[in-house]
């Protein structure tokens, strides 16, 4: 079982930089692949970035590469979404989600691999 709560969502202005974190729950957070999600108003949950159970494979949206990075701490059972060069398009609800299973071979990149979700944090860029 694995619970995870977001944080690091907030106003800033296009140009700008956040990070956010993920918290994980649970003795076998290292165990499982990692992602984020977001989804903005009357669109579609989409895919950002996700990383290996181990973090030496990352996978980030095209639409993200180059401005956000994906990274986590297993000793700190935690994983990070750091976005810089923020524009007003990235702005949404973003989701942290955990494997649907521990040690897979795989990193997925589609929502409906994933099993455990957070409550999701707030970004808003202005323009």
């Known amino acids: 079982q694995v619970q995870l709560v977001e944080s690091g969502g907030g106003l800033v202005q296009a140009g700008g930089s956040l990070r956010l974190s993920c918290a994980a729950s649970?003795?076998?957070?290292?165990?499982?692949?990692m992602g984020w999600f977001r989804q903005a108003p009357g669109k579609e949950r989409e895919f950002v970035a996700a990383?290996?159970?181990?973090?030496?494979?990352?996978y980030h949206a095209d639409s993200v590469k180059g401005r956000f990075t994906i990274s986590r701490d297993n000793a700190k059972n935690t994983v990070y979404l750091q976005m810089n060069s923020l524009k007003p398009e990235d702005t949404a609800v973003y989701y942290c989600?955990?494997?649907?299973?521990?040690?897979?071979?795989?990193?997925?990149?589609?929502?409906?691999?994933?099993?455990?979700w957070g409550q999701g944090t707030r970004v808003t860029v202005s323009s």
């Open positions: 990383i290996s159970w181990s973090g030496g494979s990352t």
């Open positions: 989600a955990a494997d649907q299973a521990p040690l897979r071979g795989v990193v997925p990149t589609t929502r409906d691999a994933y099993y455990y």
């Open positions: 649970g003795r076998t957070f290292s165990t499982y692949a």
